[in-house]
């Protein structure tokens, strides 16, 4: 019997879990978009929320509070998906939540960051939002294929969005810069509303 090498093991992954022909259905194609686009917002913040409340004047320890807040407030968005199933529908569920969490961002930490209720807001709003997108997304790809090819899709979609993640972390910390200025950060948070 031959050994399987790492190279073997590979290919088998990479044609079971992954079929790019996906993407030419277009409902597929957008929907990658969108799970692109909140992944790498999502991202980006918890990625600088921390230096940017540090930059505003906030201790540390506020800092980390504020991380943990926004993780609390990600149990009321597991609940999000009772209300999607009994009354308006997963797409439906995920655009309020992804609205929610852009206008979160422009008005509660663009408008109102540099005062702590305003930071306390984003994190609630925004934690809860974010945590019910991720948890319809499996649901909403689910209404749009077979039983027998979820997986597959699934994973095509997600290798779609960390392939995104990967230069859009790099673009927020160019638009910071060297963190001596608190207005690049305003440009920031911009640029992630927009991307959200």
């Known amino acids: ?65 504020f991380i943990t807040v926004m993780n ?8 999000y998906g009772y209300f999607a199933d009994k009354y308006i529908g997963s797409f439906q569920m995920i655009v309020l939540c992804m609205t929610v969490a852009t206008f979160s961002t422009f008005v509660f930490l663009l408008a109102f ?4 209720y305003g930071m306390y807001l984003f994190c609630a709003f925004y934690g809860s939002s974010i945590s019910g997108f991720l948890s319809l997304c499996p649901t909403a790809v689910k ?32 638009i910071i810069g060297d963190q001596k200025s608190s207005i690049r950060y305003q440009y920031f948070w911009v640029f992630t509303g927009f991307v959200l």
């Open 1 to 65: 019997k031959k050994e399987e090498t790492f190279g073997d093991v590979v290919r088998v992954y990479m044609k079971e879990t992954i079929n790019l022909k996906y993407f030419l259905d277009h409902k597929f194609l957008i929907i990658s978009i969108g799970l692109a686009s909140a992944e790498v917002g999502t991202s980006i913040i918890a990625t600088y929320l921390t230096s940017y409340c540090l930059k505003k004047g906030y201790t540390q320890r506020e800092s980390y509070d």
């Open 113 to 116: 960051g540099k005062h702590s």
């Open 72 to 79: 609390c407030f990600g149990v009321v968005g597991r609940t």
């Open 143 to 174: 209404k749009m294929c077979t039983e027998n090819d979820f997986g597959k899709r699934f994973s095509t979609m997600y290798l779609f969005a960390a392939c995104a993640a990967f230069p859009i972390i790099e673009i927020g910390g160019v």
